[in-house]
């Protein structure tokens, strides 16, 4: 697991902090040459960032090897609670964040430059804390790109891959999702909805939940009496 004392470790090996200077306005440089136009518009200091990586991403033809680091990323801090601490730590040193840089990179297995370029520059720029949502906008590009719709569906319990596919047919059928698009299924549990489901496509919800009928139902009681 990520901790403090690993990236002190890393730290006494790291490359300077030139280096990651250097890597960063390689970054720069790369997404500000050429023009390249986003699938989708992001807001935010992470969606900047997320579109200045699919952008470096596009000129340098590695889209596809990208997004696979950034996914490794992600699940990297999805695995590790105590890594998001670290990066949003506001006393780091030039050391700690040269160290970050190259556990982040050796953890996650990343080998692509583009990847290396991102995280040298968020190091660079005292944005590491902005790491989990960049990874998360990118996601989104690149969702766009590929021509995905994503439906979260939102139950008490984890549902089956039986019942995902079910859903996932019937879905990929209606008109939720457009012409030569690609349904992309996500389960999310949630006790506090009871029973039954949300389903989420796009910018359409659709609530079955057993809480949605239940808060109907005393709307209704209340306002009869």
Same mark, same amino acid.
């Not at 033809?61 to 950034?70: D, F, Q, R």
């Not at 840089?101 to 968020?122: I, P």
């Given at each position: 697991?990520?901790?403090?004392?690993?990236?002190?470790?890393?730290?006494?090996?790291?490359?300077?902090?030139?280096?990651?200077?250097?890597?960063?306005?390689?970054?720069?440089?790369?997404?500000?040459?050429?023009?390249?136009?986003?699938?989708?518009?992001?807001?935010?200091?992470?969606?900047?960032?997320?579109?200045?990586?699919?952008?470096?991403?596009?000129?340098?033809?590695?889209?596809?090897?990208?997004?696979?680091?950034?996914?490794?990323?992600?699940?990297?801090?999805?695995?590790?609670?105590? !890594?998001?601490?670290?990066?949003?730590?506001?006393?780091? =040193? $030039?050391?700690? %964040? &040269?160290?970050? +840089?190259?556990?982040?990179? @050796?953890?996650?297995?990343?080998?692509?430059?583009?990847?290396?370029?991102?995280?040298?520059?968020?190091?660079?720029?005292?944005?590491?804390?902005?790491?989990?949502?960049?990874?998360?906008?990118?996601?989104?590009?690149?969702?766009?790109?590929?021509?995905?719709?994503?439906?979260?569906?939102?139950?008490?319990?984890? !549902?089956?891959?039986?019942?995902?596919?079910?859903?996932? =047919? $019937?879905?990929? %059928? &209606?008109?939720? +999702?457009?012409?030569?698009? @690609?349904?992309?299924?996500?389960?999310?549990?949630?006790?506090?909805?009871?029973?039954?489901?949300?389903?989420?496509?796009?910018?359409?919800?659709?609530?079955?939940?057993?809480?949605?009928?239940?808060?109907?139902?005393?709307?209704?009681?209340?306002?009869?009496?």
């Amino acid at each position: 697991m990520f901790s403090r004392q690993a990236v002190l470790r890393a730290a006494r090996s790291a490359a300077p902090q030139r280096a990651i200077q250097a890597q960063a306005r390689t970054y720069a440089a790369a997404a500000s040459n050429e023009k390249v136009k986003a699938p989708v518009s992001l807001f935010g200091l992470d969606g900047t960032y997320a579109t200045a990586l699919y952008t470096a991403a596009v000129k340098t033809s590695s889209l596809e090897p990208t997004a696979k680091g950034v996914t490794s990323l992600a699940n990297l801090l999805a695995k590790d609670p105590k !890594l998001v601490g670290i990066l949003e730590a506001p006393t780091l =040193s $030039a050391a700690d %964040k &040269s160290a970050i +840089v190259s556990e982040l990179t @050796k953890s996650a297995g990343v080998s692509g430059e583009t990847v290396k370029n991102l995280l040298a520059a968020l190091a660079e720029n005292n944005r590491l804390g902005l790491l989990p949502g960049v990874c998360a906008k990118f996601g989104e590009l690149m969702s766009a790109a590929r021509g995905e719709v994503e439906m979260v569906v939102t139950s008490a319990q984890p !549902l089956d891959n039986k019942t995902l596919n079910r859903l996932e =047919s $019937a879905v990929s %059928k &209606s008109s939720y +999702v457009g012409d030569g698009k @690609k349904l992309k299924v996500k389960n999310q549990v949630n006790p506090d909805i009871i029973g039954g489901l949300i389903v989420e496509v796009g910018e359409r919800t659709i609530d079955l939940s057993v809480s949605a009928k239940l808060a109907k139902m005393n709307k209704l009681l209340t306002d009869t009496l």
